[in-house]
């Protein structure tokens, strides 16, 4: 009986799952119908197995597939129930996931379904190999768990998918293989008609025609180019380019082979680059695209480089890469070819003009070229010699050489006897003589000649060295002026030396010419001239020299001439700037009335010229040299004398207290002690004052002045700065009157603003001698603007202009203390914000020193 029951009761709940297994089957059926009709696309089967999933059997699912290299898994396809949930999932699915770690890593090697808690992982794999996983995800009020029935089902919708995507990827690479096949065939048989033009192209740039003409179609590219290199060459040559612009074209005509351009790569490294999306030939912003570099190679050594650039970006894959490296060979070869032909055409060309040429280079030289017998009979005389000597070719062929003065001649005739032996003379001066009677200085190569029948002869070539004689001599006077300008740092005194080096050698007169500080233009030193005469050309050449900073020169001043200096005569003048680091310092003049100057005496002028500014230059900043040093031991005594003050006054302050304490002990006064107690806060604060002064001088030096800007409401701060000051103005009898705006708002660093105004009111205390001080504050538009005024000692006029530097004061520093810094501390802060401060002020009336500052 209980074996019946038994069997009743698995009858019983097999018939109430019927319905179940039924649906499960029906959902199988639906599965390999919708997976068998996916259009064998994979994005299709994966999306299809997706949308199979849910909401049937999961709450969401992800499909992701293993990556080529096998190391991660990517999700291609999800499906979730709700919007909700896929928005909460949609991070989880787009992210990579190892396939060697975790969960996923089990699954892969295993081939086996693993399930944590709501999420089931199973494998996907198709003939034996695991192509990926599912993951399904469940959420309530479904169950937690996956039953063993329902991962069988999804166990089978996933081998199924899985054998669906195997299809479909075999599918694609049937197609891609087919494609590539018809691809192959098509440029084959394209190839085939490029090589058949390459073979008749006769010339480098027929070949770059046919590459580009016919190599377009080839490729399917848009545009394209072709260079050319030869052997030692720093850069590579267009020899023609298709489907560019001519602005392109033109910034393409020659690329340097040591630049970073893929063209220079692919020159220098003779293998090709593949520019996915970056055009080669645009140079300029456009749509990414995709660009081939080639190297052309024939023997082993780059002949040039050929670009293909495409419309869309696009990877090249290897069989798109072979054909193109081949196309590129067969223009390498052709192009090797046609160099080759027109290298034997110019060497043919070349042997035809052999003798031509010798001649014309006979011909055209600049330098005088002889052919002589060993007794100095003329055989060869070209135009150079005429224009040397004077005496044309009928007069002197066949004669002994008539240039050689009779004093030289028997040495001139050993040194061709020489010649004829082997020897060659190099450079042998001789004083040679003109046609017409005059002297010329000439340096004289000669060498033994083996004509092809007859004695040997003698082959001289003659140079006119009196302009290097000249310059060698010019060479040294800038030596000489080097060592004398060298020999003092002392200003006036370079001044004498600058004017003194060129007379008497190259000018009769010289004459030294500064700028002044008003911008007028004085004579501060000549040469040759008495009772300090200015020499010519005078100041208005001067002025217009200085101001221009290009030299002027004349041959020769005429008696009307106003700017003469000489009456009765005429004379010569060459005026060039003194200038040095950019900046011109003055005029340097140089006069003569024996001869007319040339572009060589301006040459020598202007080199002078910089040596002599360059020397001013030293002179000046040896001078300011020893100023900043006096500036510094007067600093030096300053600060010492002021820093010790404040600490001599509080020591004996404290020595007085210690006494007093020691005296009456217990009974001490008190208000003594108070007042003995404030006096040694003030030395303090004095001495702190001063330090703060020296630690901003140091700051500002360095550049690391920071400012903290913030809101800030400027009366307060006024107000505040001069409630601080209350007492002291109150001992020393001085009103204090504030007149300030309300509501001025902006944007300052509110510490150093209160060190301002700190030092202005110190300094109409200091300064004000009893009399009121009154500071207002008032706002306009988007600026402030704040006064301090004083009726005190006031400033001289001549002191106004230095008051805001470094150091600088316009009292006696024993008479008022302090480094002279405040003010400029000052000025440095406020100019840091945007702002400037100025003061005006009568001496004996009182000063006014103005703040104004950006509200911004």
């Given at each position: 009986m209980t ?7 698995e009858a019983?709940?097999?018939g109430?799952?019927l319905p ?19 259009s ?17 059997l999961g709450?969401?699912c992800?499909?992701r597939l ?5 190391l991660?898994?990517r999700?291609v396809?999800?499906a ?9 999932l949609?991070?989880?699915f787009?992210?990579?996931v ?5 969960v996923?890593a089990e699954v ?12 089931l ?5 198709a003939?034996?190999?695991?192509l990926?996983t599912l ?7 479904e169950p ?5 029935g329902?991962?069988?089902?999804l ?6 998918a ?5 299809v479909?990827r ?8 087919r ?6 065939a ?5 190839l085939?008609h490029?090589?058949?033009?390459l073979?008749?192209?006769?010339t480098?740039?027929r ?6 003409e016919q190599g377009l179609?080839?490729a399917?590219?848009?545009?394209g180019?072709?260079w050319g ?9 267009l020899?023609r380019?298709?489907?560019c612009t001519?602005?392109?074209a033109?910034?393409?005509?020659r ?5 970073d351009s893929p063209?220079?790569?692919?020159l ?6 593949w520019?996915?999306?970056?055009d080669?030939?645009?140079g300029?912003?456009r749509p990414?695209?995709s660009s081939?570099?080639l190297?052309?190679v024939?023997?082993g050594r780059?002949l ?5 650039t495409?419309?869309q970006?696009h990877?090249?894959?290897?069989d798109?890469?072979a054909?193109?490296?081949l196309?590129?060979?067969h ?15 110019r060497?043919r060309?070349?042997?035809r003009e052999?003798?031509g040429t010798?001649?014309?280079i006979i ?7 002889m052919?002589?017998?060993p007794d100095g009979?003329?055989?060869l005389w070209?135009?150079?010699a005429?224009?040397?000597l004077g ?8 004669r002994?050489?008539?240039a050689?003065?009779p ?7 050993h040194g ?8 060659v003379?190099?450079g042998v001066?001789?004083a040679a003589?003109?046609?017409?009677g ?7 190569w ?11 002869q003698?082959?001289?070539v ?9 310059g060698?001599a010019a060479?040294r006077?800038l030596?000489?002026a ?14 004498e030396?600058?004017a ?18 008003s911008?007028?233009v ?8 008495e009772g ?9 050449v001067?002025?217009?020299v ?6 002027e020169?004349?041959s ?8 003469s ?8 003048y060459?005026?060039?700037?003194l200038?040095?680091r ?12 024996k001869?007319?100057?040339d572009a060589?005496?301006l040459?020598?002028?202007q080199?002078l ?9 030293n002179a000046?900043?040896?001078?300011d040299a020893?100023?900043?040093?006096r500036?510094r031991?007067?600093?030096l005594s300053?600060?010492?004398?002021e820093?010790k ?14 006494a007093?304490l ?7 006064d008190?208000?003594r002690?108070k007042r003995g ?9 004095r ?7 020296l630690?901003?001088?140091?700051r500002?030096s360095?550049?690391?002045?920071e400012?903290?800007r ?5 009366g307060?701060?006024?107000r ?6 209350e007492?002291e103005?109150?001992?020393s009898g001085?009103?204090?009157?504030l007149?300030?705006?309300?509501e ?6 509110r ?21 009121p ?7 306009n538009?988007d600026?402030a ?8 000692i006031?400033?001289a006029?001549?002191?106004?202009p230095?008051l ?10 024993r ?5 002279g810094l ?7 802060i406020?100019?840091a914000?945007?702002?400037y ?5 009568v001496l004996g009336e009182g000063?006014t020193?103005?703040v104004e500052l950006p509200?911004g």
């Open positions: 074996r019946v029951a038994s069997r009743l009761e019983r709940q097999y109430a799952r179940e297994i039924e649906e499960r089957l029906a959902l199988l059926a639906e599965a390999s119908r919708v997976l068998a009709d996916a064998l696309e994979p994005p299709a089967v994966m999306e299809r197995l997706c949308g199979l999933v849910v909401p049937l709450s969401a992800a499909l293993l990556s080529e290299d096998g991660w898994l999700t396809a999800s979730a129930e709700v919007p909700e949930a896929r928005v909460r949609q991070a989880l787009t992210q990579r190892r396939a060697d770690e975790g996923a892969l090697d295993t081939g086996e379904a693993q399930s944590v808690e709501a999420v992982v199973l494998p996907l794999r003939r034996g190999r695991p990926g993951t399904v995800w469940r959420e309530a009020p937690a768990s996956f039953e063993s329902e991962q069988l089902l166990q089978e919708l996933a081998d199924r899985a054998l669906a995507l195997d479909a075999a599918y694609a690479a049937e197609r891609q293989a494609q590539a096949a018809e691809v192959a098509g440029r084959l048989a394209r085939q490029v090589t058949a033009e073979s008749e192209a006769l480098a740039a070949v770059a025609e046919v590459v580009l179609t080839v399917d590219a848009r545009a180019a072709l290199v030869e052997p030692e060459a720093t850069s590579a040559t020899l380019c298709a489907g001519p602005d392109a033109e910034r393409l005509k690329m340097p082979l040591a630049g063209v220079a790569r692919v220098r490294e003779s293998r090709p680059v520019l996915v999306e970056e080669a030939l645009s300029q912003e990414a695209t081939a570099c190297p052309l024939a023997d780059a040039g480089a050929l670009v293909f495409f419309g970006p990877g090249f894959d290897d798109e890469r054909f193109l490296q196309v590129a060979h223009a390498a070869q052709a192009l090797a070819r046609a160099r080759l032909l027109e290298r034997e055409q060497a060309a070349a042997l052999a003798h010798l001649e014309a011909q055209a030289s600049p330098t005088a070229i052919l002589l017998d009979t003329v055989r070209n135009p150079a005429e224009r040397m005496w044309t070719a009928e007069e002197v062929l066949g002994v050489l008539p050689v003065p004093e030289h001649w028997e040495a001139f005739r061709l006897e020489r010649a004829t032996r082997g020897t003379l190099d001066p001789l003589r003109r046609r017409d005059g002297a010329v200085q000439v340096a004289m000669t060498g033994r000649v083996h004509p092809a029948s007859g004695p040997p003698c082959l001289s003659m140079v006119d060295i009196t302009e290097r004689q000249r060698e060479q006077f030596a000489e080097g060592g004398v300008l060298a020999g003092s740092l002392e200003e006036e005194e370079t001044l030396r600058v003194h080096l060129a007379v008497p050698q190259y000018a009769e007169a010289c004459g030294v010419f500064l700028e002044d500080e911008g007028g004085r004579c501060v030193a000549t040469a040759g001239r300090g005469e200015v020499p010519p050309p005078g100041l208005a001067v002025a217009r200085i101001q221009s900073g290009r030299p020169s004349r020769g001043l005429s008696e009307v001439d106003p700017s200096a000489r009456a009765g005569g005429t004379c010569a060459l005026c060039v700037p200038r040095v950019g900046h011109t310092l003055g005029a340097l003049t140089f006069v003569t009335s001869r007319a100057y060589q005496d040459a020598l002028a080199e010229a910089r040596r002599a500014a360059l020397a001013l230059d000046s900043l040896y001078r020893r100023d900043a040093i500036l031991e007067e600093f300053i600060a010492s004398h820093l003050t404040p600490i001599s006054a509080l020591q004996l302050q404290v020595q007085s207290l210690q007093g020691a005296r009456s002990g217990a009974g001490f008190p208000e002690l107690l404030e006096r040694v806060d003030r030395q303090v604060k001495q702190t004052l001063l330090v703060n002064d630690l901003d001088v140091s500002l360095a550049g690391k002045l400012l903290v913030q809101p800030l409401e400027l307060s701060l006024v505040e700065v001069a409630e601080r000051f007492p103005y109150a001992r001085t009103p204090l009157e007149a300030l705006a309300p001025v708002r902006g944007q300052w660093d510490l150093r603003l209160d060190q301002v105004f700190t030092n202005l009111l110190s300094n109409a205390l200091k300064y004000g001698r009893g009399n001080v009154r500071v207002s504050l008032e706002a538009g600026r603007r704040l006064r301090v005024r004083d009726g005190g006031g400033i006029k001549e002191h106004l230095r805001f530097h470094r150091f600088e004061r316009a009292v006696s520093e008479n008022y203390g302090g480094f405040g003010l400029w501390i000052a000025r440095q406020i100019e914000m945007g702002g401060i100025e003061v005006d002020s000063s020193f103005v509200r």
